[in-house]
């Protein structure tokens, strides 16, 4: 009976939980048609930018960027018009390892004292025809004062609303080289491709 009694004890908070939106999922849209028109501001701590590089052949070196600033401007009913900008401190690269930071940060790599922010300017923003949770986002990267037309394959993941705040949430990834922009200490040991994995969850404009 006392198994029984705690049993449906549990089952009754579910439902207090569900009832009150803290984990109701129906809440939440998967179809990029029933999102929320409007301007959106990025969620730093929800935003972030993965990176994958070979090391001397040995290994696939990962490591991050935190810190990202965005904002986006969503237009359901005509994507294309919508629009997306985003800035990268170089300082926000987080890794466990304090000389490789410092290194990255030198005149070898990103020059952070003459060039402290990574910048991206979409300039076009195409549904696929067949997947509409799918899209090519073009744009503008510009890296140490170099700018190249990068395209960015983002799925979109679900928008609605969680504790009092309207989310939309999307991932991406691209890959660039980074000899494009000037980066080419190290090459041919150190890959001169890198892969990229973005994550950012957007909250609407109160």
Excluded: C, W
Aim: charged residues 20%; hydrophobic residues 40%.
């Amino acid at each position: 009976m006392r198994l029984i009694a705690r049993s449906a004890l549990m089952g009754g908070i579910a439902l207090s939980l569900v009832a009150g939106g803290v984990i109701a999922q129906s809440a939440f849209t998967q179809n990029p048609a029933e999102v929320r028109a409007g301007n959106y501001t990025l969620d730093s701590a929800h935003g972030k930018i993965t990176y994958k590089i070979n090391h001397l052949g040995f290994s696939t070196y990962i490591g991050q960027f935190a810190g990202v600033e965005a904002n986006l401007t969503l237009d359901p009913a005509n994507p294309s018009a919508s629009t997306l900008t985003a800035t990268v401190p170089v300082a926000g690269h987080d890794n466990t390892s304090e000389g490789l930071k410092t290194h990255l940060q030198s005149a070898d790599f990103f020059d952070a004292a003459q060039f402290p922010t990574i910048t991206f300017v979409a300039t076009s923003i195409t549904v696929d025809s067949d997947d509409p949770t799918e899209a090519d986002v073009v744009g503008n990267l510009t890296i140490k004062d170099v700018t190249r037309p990068v395209t960015l394959e983002v799925e979109f993941n679900q928008a609605g609303e969680q504790r009092g705040q309207y989310r939309v949430g999307f991932d991406g990834e691209t890959t660039i080289k980074r000899s494009d922009f000037g980066m080419t200490y190290g090459l041919p040991a150190i890959g001169d491709e890198v892969e990229l994995h973005i994550e950012g969850e957007f909250v609407a404009a109160q």
